[in-house]
Every structure is written in structure tokens, then in C-alpha cells.
């Protein structure tokens, strides 16, 4: 089978699409036939090697050679004790951590698989899983945004922060969406009242209070971040440098301590709110802002825009085309 392969980390040249065995499932694994996958920032830390702590299980190269998390597609193969699912069902699959679904052929365990809803493409049911749960946790169940509201996120461009803008909105907030000059248009699309280029002007250092800030890229000092919150202001890092995940680990619970402000790391459970975020779909309530396609052959580029900051919205790779 065909497969976009990383055996060393670095961009998007280290990427090789190439043959590879087609796996075969554990009595616990289905095997399932790839139709979509969705890129995240986890994909391309994983390419990268940065930050640090994802080199845990692989400090000089890559323990995981396959990317691709995020996928839809078709059961093809069921393992003996597999019971949830049967050939021709077709799926979402959640494989953070595990990976494997740039490929034509995947196995995942079967507590990773849900069925895909009936009527909703592979490539949307593809963009439901990481992107959305990041987006839903921190804007409902972490961030508890209410009508009237000031929310800030920042990298509100890309695949969670396009969703995290549709959600704050829809619970009535007041929407300030950062990112780069090129997607300006889009977070203006999606809702947001307030964009800000952040090559052009800090957020962190205007007249604006904030109820909520969810952070994806971690570009700013803890410091500057509690001194943008309003009182009983929530402040959630999602990803970033290593250094700065570490220091709101660390600092976030102290400050937080002897504050009205609370800062922390959203630690995300995937899957565990799928239901509602597709209901959410279903509903015309948010929509997956999809702006770049690729074929299998062609993800290299996909990986490009990730690791440049140029995506807007979620990164398709369709890897087999719907009829």
C-alpha cells in the first residue's frame, strides 16, 4: 500500500510517499480502509520534533514513521474480539498518539473508533475529532463562555481556532481572533467581531480585558497574558514552545493561588464530547472552515503550510476520492 513515510524529523522534504506493508489487524484492532484525514499541530510536532517532550519515545528519530490522527474512512477488516463494528462500516478514528492514518490501509483499536454520522462527508467527519474537542473543551467545559463575554484566541486562524471562534459566538461572547495578516478575511468570516495581525500589534499590550483567553500557539510571557485577563478571567494554553508549557505548569497554579485570575494548560479528553460537537455540525452551528485539499502523494504540502503558519482552517488529505 501507499503511505507518506517520516524516518528522521524535519519539514516537510523529509516526508517520502512510498510502498509500505499493509497492516493487518490485532484480535482487538479493525482494520479500516483510509478516505480523509485532517492535519493538526500534533502532526506536524511529531514531523518536527518540537517541542521537546515530543521526543519522549524517540529522542534522535521519530518513533511514529506514519502521521495522521484525524481520519474517516471504511472498515475493510475486524479482529476476533472486535464486536462494536463489522465490514462496510463506515467511521471516524481518534489515533493521537498512535497515528498511522496517512496511508491507504490503517489499523486502530477499537475503543478509538466511532461510526461516522450517516450523511456527513468523510472529509468533514475527518475535522470533528482533535480540531473541534480542543475547541469545545476550551470554550465550554473549560472555559464556561457566557453571553456578553470577551474572548481572545489566539492562532484563531487555523483548525481548532476556527471552531473556537463559531463556539464563543454561538454562546453569545464577544470575539477577538488573532493570527497572521493572510487570514484576516477568514477569522472575519467565521464570526470573529475583533481580528488582530499579530505582526502588526501584541494583543497582550492594548486597552482590551479579556473573560476568557485561549492560547494555541503560547507567543507571550505568562506575565502579559494574566495582565490582559479581567477579573475571574480564565487564561488556557493548548500547545507551544515547550518552555512556556512548562512555566504555566508550573507558575500558572501560583498565580492562579493569589489571583482572581486562573491560568493553566487545557488538558484535553479526546472524544469524550464527539456527540456534542456533532450535533453541533448537524445543526448548522459550527462548520469545519476547510481550505486546502491535497491527495496522499501531494501531504508534503500540507505540512509545508502547517510549519510556515499558512493554513487557514483545516488541511484535508484525501486519500481515497468519494464517489
Known amino acids: 500500500m501507499k503511505a507518506l513515510v517520516n524516518t528522521k524529523y524535519g519539514n516537510h522534504e523529509v516526508l517520502e510517499y512510498k510502498d509500505v506493508e499493509k497492516p493487518a489487524p490485532k484480535k482487538n484492532e479493525v482494520l479500516i480502509k483510509v478516505h480523509s484525514v485532517s492535519l493538526n499541530s500534533s502532526d506536524m510536532e511529531n514531523l518536527t520534533g518540537h517541542p521537546g517532550y515530543i521526543r519522549i519515545f524517540g529522542p534522535f528519530k521519530p518513533a511514529i514513521h506514519i502521521l495522521g490522527s484525524d481520519i474517516s474512512g471504511i472498515v475493510e477488516a475486524v479482529g ?12 471516524v478514528v481518534d489515533l493521537l498518539m498512535i497515528c498511522g492514518g496517512l496511508a491507504e490501509y490503517v489499523c486502530a483499536p477499537e475503543k478509538r473508533i466511532h461510526k461516522k454520522l450517516v450523511g456527513m462527508s468523510f472529509e468533514i467527519a475527518s475535522t470533528i475529532l482533535q480540531a473541534a474537542d480542543v475547541a469545545f473543551q476550551g470554550i465550554n ?8 463575554q470577551k474572548v481572545l484566541i489566539i492562532g484563531a486562524g487555523g483548525g481548532s481556532g476556527s471552531f473556537a471562534i463559531q463556539l464563543a459566538k454561538h454562546y453569545g461572547a464577544e470575539v ?20 488582530i495581525d499579530y505582526t502588526q500589534v501584541d494583543c497582550t499590550k492594548t486597552k482590551e480585558r479579556y473573560d476568557l483567553i485561549l492560547d494555541l500557539v503560547a507567543a507571550h510571557p505568562l506575565l502579559q497574558y494574566k495582565s490582559a485577563l479581567n477579573p475571574g478571567g480564565k487564561y488556557f494554553i493548548v500547545g507551544g514552545k515547550l518552555s512556556r508549557i ?11 493561588l493569589f489571583s482572581k485570575k486562573k491560568m493553566g494548560m487545557l488538558f484535553v479528553k479526546t472524544s469524550k464530547y464527539l456527540d456534542d460537537i456533532v450535533t453541533l455540525v448537524k445543526n448548522g452551528i459550527i462548520k469545519p472552515s476547510i481550505k486546502h485539499k491535497f491527495d496522499l502523494k501531494d501531504a508534503a504540502e500540507g505540512f509545508r503550510l502547517l510549519i510556515e503558519g499558512q493554513s487557514k482552517g483545516k488541511i484535508i488529505i484525501t486519500v481515497v476520492k468519494s464517489r
Open 141 to 148: 467545559t473549560k472555559g464556561r463562555v457566557k453571553q456578553g
Open 176 to 195: 477577538t481572533g488573532v493570527d497572521n495578516g493572510s487570514k484576516l478575511d477568514l477569522m472575519k468570516s467565521l464570526g470573529a467581531d475583533h481580528v
Open 246 to 256: 512548562f512555566k504555566t505548569l508550573i507558575f500558572g497554579p501560583i498565580l492562579s
Open 80 to 91: 476476533k474480539k472486535v464486536s462494536k463494528f463489522q465490514v462496510g462500516d463506515k467511521v
